[in-house]
């Protein structure tokens, strides 16, 4: 699932807080858990905290914490939460080109449609789900 490493993170570290929802989670220690650096914790589970998905607190026994329980929280919550996509945004065709506009503006349609797809699946499984073993 390493596919994009900002949704990565956070799909494990909220599979992790799954478990015990009201520990409360420094960056540090989600850092080194997932092998990254406390900047790139901070700043993924930030657009977390600013969806309302996660709380955080500051001081001595302060760190991060579920603001749900994990099985209210779908995984369309955390894709759109980071304001994931599925393909990066169509770059401006040259106008000049029939074939390249007419081209771009097809893909565009599909990879929309792909995308509301793939919401649509992702809100149908919670964190707490998706922590559960396959098979």
Do not use: F, Q
């Amino acid at each position: 699932m390493k596919r994009n490493s900002r949704l990565s993170l956070a799909l494990h570290t909220l599979g992790h807080m799954a478990g015990n929802p009201d520990r409360m989670r420094t960056s540090a220690e989600i850092a080194a858990h997932a092998g990254t650096n406390p900047v790139v914790v901070k700043r993924v589970l930030g657009r977390l905290r600013a969806a309302g998905l996660l709380v955080a607190e500051k001081g001595h026994a302060g760190g991060w914490r579920l603001a749900h329980a994990p099985e209210t929280i779908t995984l369309a919550d955390v894709y759109l939460a980071l304001d994931e996509r599925l393909a990066p945004e169509a770059e401006t065709a040259d106008p000049r080109c029939a074939v390249e506009h007419a081209l771009e503006h097809r893909m565009a349609a599909v990879m929309e449609d792909a995308e509301k797809a793939l919401v649509a699946r992702l809100a149908t499984m919670t964190i707490a789900e998706a922590r559960e073993p396959v098979g």
